[in-house]
C-alpha cells in the first residue's frame, strides 16, 4: 500500500521555524519527485517546493525562495520541509505528494499537516 505521512506541523510565532518531514512507503523513492504543496482556507492550492530524488534537484516557489529548504534522505524514504523565517501568510495545511517529475501530475499524496503562524 502507497502512503505517504507528514508530520512536523504546529503553532510558532512570525519569524520561527518548523520542519515538516514526508515518510513515503510502498513505493520506490528513487524514482519519484516529491513536492510539497498547501492550501490555505478560501485559497486554491499552491506548489511550494519539489525534488527529485533521483538528482536532488530543488525547485521553490518565489514566496518561499531564501526561507524555505528541502531535502531528501532516500535511504530512509523520507523527505524535509525546513521552514525558517516563517510568516503568517505561510498558514496553511501542507501536504506532501510524489510524481513522476516535478510539476507532472502527482500520484500519491498525503493526508496534510496545519502549519499556523501567529503574528
Known amino acids: 500500500e502507497v502512503q505517504l505521512v507528514e508530520s512536523g506541523g504546529g503553532l510558532v510565532q512570525a519569524g520561527g521555524s518548523l520542519r515538516l518531514s514526508c515518510a513515503a512507503s510502498?513505493?520506490?523513492?528513487?524514482?519519484?519527485?516529491i513536492g510539497w504543496f498547501r492550501q490555505a482556507p478560501g485559497k486554491e492550492r499552491e506548489g511550494v517546493s519539489c525534488?527529485?530524488?533521483?538528482?536532488?534537484?530543488?525547485y521553490y516557489a518565489d514566496s518561499v525562495k531564501g526561507r524555505f529548504t528541502i531535502s531528501s534522505d532516500n535511504a530512509k524514504n523520507t523527505m524535509l520541509l525546513q521552514m525558517n523565517s516563517l510568516k503568517p501568510e505561510d498558514t496553511a495545511v501542507y501536504y506532501c505528494a510524489a510524481g513522476l517529475g516535478c510539476g507532472v501530475a502527482y500520484n500519491y499524496w498525503g493526508q496534510g499537516t496545519q502549519v499556523t503562524v501567529s503574528s
Open positions: 510502498g513505493f520506490t523513492f528513487d524514482d519519484y519527485a
Open positions: 525534488i527529485t530524488s533521483s538528482d536532488g534537484r530543488t
